[in-house]
């Protein structure tokens, strides 16, 4: 259940990256206020799984996670350029996540 926990909490805290940009220093409401709640659902489940999961372990999934699916979304939408290169890397960087959680 905590790798569930923490891959979800990886996953919002893309959303609260993201939500972060958009807020433009928290001049928007919309965007400011999704990332007040996913920073605080993603926080709280990283602290959740760091109850059972090792802490080194448990950060460094977060945190690829996020920066994974952070920098995807850029891609996609255009906000950051694409190329062959930054998807190998972020191939890597799923398959590191994926080595970490197999290593556990």
Wanted: aromatic fraction near 8%; proline fraction near 2%; charge should be positive.
């Amino acid at each position: 259940m905590a790798w569930i926990i923490l891959i979800v909490s990886g996953m919002l805290e893309a959303v609260w990256a993201t939500a972060l940009g958009k807020s433009e220093g928290f001049s928007k409401f919309g965007p400011t206020v999704v990332f007040g709640v996913a920073i605080i659902a993603s926080m709280a489940g990283l602290a959740w799984a760091m109850r059972t999961l090792p802490i080194g372990t448990a950060y460094a999934v977060w945190v690829g996670i996020g920066a994974t699916l952070t920098v995807a979304y850029a891609m996609i939408t255009g906000t950051e350029a694409v190329s062959l290169v930054k998807v190998l890397l972020l191939l890597g960087l799923i398959g590191c996540i994926v080595g970490l959680k197999l290593a556990h």
